[in-house]
Every structure is written in structure tokens, then in C-alpha cells.
């Protein structure tokens, strides 16, 4: 519930792990992170797992990116080696997506996440490179 982004990690180190936390109702992006692909053999290997990324940008910024490009329910930029798994990113307000990866990302893995009611895409991988997206998708039907 901050007004503007929950929390944000320059450069996290190979390693880092975010793991079953709630990040709600912030005013901006839920959590943001940049990474290190701009530094030649450099690696992140982040994991993010077992997260709820929900209702953040409820101030409805970057709508068209005249005030800020970046709010979502979550924002990486520039991130080599990172995986996304068992998240839930959902109600993320207006137009931005609910998890976002651009600007050179490259060796991710995102799979077995939960992504519903955003207000932009689910997921963005945009002016990036060798991604793995897994989508899951199974519709039971009970017949009466």
C-alpha cells in the first residue's frame, strides 16, 4: 500500500530469490528490477516464486508513457538467467501488463504462473531475446 512502487532492486545479485511475498495495492508498479545485461558475462539468475503481485498501479499511471512507462505488476528491465514461477499477477489497473520483462532480457523461464484480470497484456517480453513462456491452459466441463 505505498503510493507509489512496492519495492524495486538494482542489479540483484546471481542468486537473489523473492519468494512468498504479497505485494498489493501500490500506487505504482508492485516490483521492479534492473538487471545486469549491460555488463559483458554478467548474470542475474533471479527467481521469483510463489508470489501474489495484486491491484498494484492503482493510480493508473503510464498510460501512454507521458508520465512513466513502467507501471505494472511487475517491470524488469535488463535481466540475463531469471525465472518466474508460482506466481499469481493478477488486477493489476490500466493499461500495462501484469508481469513486464524489456529492454534486453534474455535466459528466462516462466512457467506454472497464474496470470488473470490485468488491465494490459499478462505478459510482455518486449525488446527482449531467448525467453521460455510456458502457458498452461485446461478447461474441465462438467456435463449435467
Known amino acids: 500500500e505505498n503510493s507509489t512502487n512496492g519495492f524495486s532492486l538494482s542489479s540483484p545479485k ?3 530469490v523473492i519468494r512468498s511475498s504479497v505485494v498489493a ?3 505504482g508498479t508492485g516490483m521492479s528490477a534492473n538487471g545486469s545485461s549491460k555488463t559483458p558475462g554478467a548474470r542475474n539468475d533471479f527467481v521469483i516464486d510463489g508470489n501474489v503481485f495484486n491491484s498494484n498501479n492503482w493510480e493508473r499511471g503510464g498510460l501512454y508513457c507521458n508520465r512513466a512507462c513502467g507501471p505494472s505488476g511487475i517491470k524488469l528491465a535488463h535481466m540475463v538467467g531469471f525465472t518466474t514461477k508460482n506466481n499469481i499477477f493478477e488486477n493489476n489497473f490500466s493499461r500495462p501488463p ?3 520483462c524489456d529492454l534486453d532480457c534474455s535466459d528466462m523461464i516462466t512457467v ?3 496470470v488473470r484480470n ?4 499478462g505478459i510482455f517480453y518486449e525488446v527482449s531475446n531467448k525467453g521460455i ?3 498452461i491452459h485446461s478447461l474441465i466441463y462438467k456435463s449435467l
Open 112 to 114: 506454472n504462473n497464474i
Open 133 to 135: 513462456i510456458v502457458i
Open 98 to 100: 501484469g508481469f513486464w
Open 14 to 16: 546471481n542468486g537473489t
Open 25 to 27: 495495492f501500490n500506487g
Open 118 to 121: 490485468n488491465g494490459g497484456p
